[in-house]
């Protein structure tokens, strides 16, 4: 596209572009801990527009033409590394944008935080879009459809309460893994010999740990499943 051919390959761009796959599980993080309902909404709407990306990838599958890149200089060498491990397919819509603009949405409408953080978040999911373009890894159209999707999922698990098949799903799994691995074990017993306080200092413990946990999980899975 004409547009794409004005914008000009950025390499050092791809340290926004690299540091998204750290900054991500600390924003999920963040944003299921702004309520129980709230997560549930973002995270359906992570898993609902994943899936819609898989449909696409297989429907509809794109490709890009890179520019050659001069072997001088350490970012110059480092873009053509990621251009060798990163084939130039599963492109539209984007999932960098929409990963990073769907923890923006998860954080915009929310009272609870700063106000300064909010800006930042959005601040970095622009910085990421601008990113995929300045390192030639998508096309003006895949950014657009990525934000268009985080906001179009976010907008319609609620609606459609798909939200809530999600937590009822979620809650289920919760009970049968508690009824299997935790109730009768060695733990349980042991912990219940630990001090009220200390229990309750636990528990958020393992609380923030199986979020990280299912994050992660989730986060992989779906990125191995497209890449």
């Known amino acids: 596209p004409i547009l794409d051919s004005l914008i000009p390959v950025i390499p050092w761009t791809l340290s926004i572009y690299v540091f998204s796959f750290l900054y991500w599980p600390f924003q999920y993080l963040m944003c299921c801990r702004l309520g129980k309902d709230h ?29 050659p890149i001069s072997e001088h200089g350490f970012w110059n060498q480092s873009l053509n590394l990621l251009y060798r491990l990163d084939a130039p397919d599963n492109l539209f819509p984007s999932i960098h944008c929409l990963v990073s603009w769907l923890c923006y949405v998860g954080i915009r409408g929310q009272h609870r935080g700063w106000r300064p953080y909010r800006l930042f978040v959005l601040g970095m999911a622009l910085a990421i879009c601008i990113s995929t373009l300045t390192t030639k890894q998508h096309v003006i159209p895949d950014v657009a459809a990525g934000i268009l999707l985080a906001e179009f999922s976010y907008w319609f698990v609620h609606y459609s309460r798909l939200d809530q098949l999600y937590a009822n799903v979620l809650s289920k799994s919760r009970w049968w893994l508690k009824s299997i691995f935790l109730r009768e074990t060695f733990i349980v017993r042991s912990v219940q010999r630990i001090p009220a306080n200390m229990q309750k200092k636990l528990r958020t413990v393992c609380k923030n740990v199986l979020i990280i946990l299912w994050l992660s999980v989730n986060f992989w899975f779906v990125y191995c499943c497209l890449y």
Do not use: G
């Open 39 to 67: 997560a549930y909404r973002f995270l359906s709407a992570d898993f609902f527009a994943k899936t819609i990306c898989l449909v696409c990838f297989l429907v509809f599958p794109t490709t890009n033409l890179r520019p």
